[in-house]
Each structure stands twice: as structure tokens, then as C-alpha cells.
């Protein structure tokens, strides 16, 4: 009789141990490690804006409709991003090659800007005129916040 307790704390220790290792693992090894907290932000924004469910469905069908357009485009942001990493980390940096870089990384934010502004555009017209008002408001916010940390800091003598 005295086992039960000592059993079922055991099973309850090694199921979290494992529950905690693959969710360690998959985030670990997923394509992208951020995913999960952009999952999280989106659904909390869904929530902020009182996305209905239809709406929340629409919504996500649209990201993964075009998710195979927007890949190609984010990976070669990524891949330019870290040849220029590289440049910049090189022991004796080129100064050319890292303008070169510099300027073919601008490109590729250049084009999946525009990828993005499109899939923006038919993301509005799924939510309501005061859904898009508030996520305005929200984007303000949070932008407003930003700058402001960066005027204080910038007041305290913290150049980074």
C-alpha cells in the first residue's frame, strides 16, 4: 500500500522528463527555432484583435497558401545575411566584398518585402475594418515603445 505514492510520483517524474526532452528536441531540430514563439505571438494577437474562428482558419490557410512563395525569398535573405556575418567576422575584412554583400542582402529584403506586402494586403481584407485599426494602434505601440527605450538609452550614455 505504501508503494502507490512512490509509483505514481515516479511515473508523473518520468513523464515530464520525457514530455520536457521532445519538446527540447523537436524545437531543437526544427527548420525554424522561432517558430514556436511566433505561433505563440500570432495566436496572442489573434486574441488582442478578437479574431473569430472563421477568421483564425482564413488566416492561416493564407500564410500556408503562400508560405512556398515566400520560402525562396527568406532563405536567400538568410544565406546573403551570413556570407555577410562572415565578411565582417573575417580576419582581414574585404571592404569591397562586404559593400557587394551588403548591397545583394539589401535586394533580397527588397523582394520579399514586396512578397510580404502582398500577402499583408490579402490578410487585411479578411479581417474587419476595426480589427485592422487596432492592429495599427498595436504596431504603434509597440514601435513607440521602442523608440522610447532607445531615447533612454541613448540619455544614459549607452551607445549599444
Not at 522561432?34 to 490557410?61: I, P, W
Amino acid at each position: 500500500m505504501t508503494k502507490k505514492p512512490w509509483v505514481l510520483a515516479a511515473v508523473v517524474g518520468v513523464s515530464a522528463v520525457v514530455c520536457f526532452g521532445l519538446f527540447s528536441c523537436v524545437s531543437r531540430h526544427s527548420a525554424d527555432r522561432m517558430s514556436f514563439g511566433r505561433v505563440y505571438r500570432m495566436n496572442m494577437l489573434f486574441d488582442e484583435l478578437g479574431v473569430t474562428v472563421e477568421q483564425r482558419t482564413a488566416l492561416k490557410q493564407l500564410f500556408s497558401e503562400h508560405r512556398k512563395d515566400l520560402q525562396p525569398s527568406v532563405e536567400e535573405v538568410r544565406a546573403r545575411g551570413g556570407v555577410l556575418a562572415d565578411l565582417i567576422m573575417a580576419e582581414t575584412p574585404d571592404q569591397e566584398a562586404i559593400r557587394k554583400v551588403s548591397g545583394e542582402l539589401g535586394g533580397a529584403i527588397g523582394e520579399a518585402a514586396v512578397k510580404a506586402s502582398m500577402l499583408a494586403k490579402e490578410a487585411r481584407s479578411i479581417l474587419t475594418p476595426e480589427q485592422v485599426e487596432k492592429a495599427k494602434a498595436l504596431r504603434q505601440r509597440r514601435q513607440n515603445v521602442f523608440r522610447e527605450t532607445l531615447r533612454e538609452r541613448g540619455s544614459q550614455g549607452n551607445d549599444f
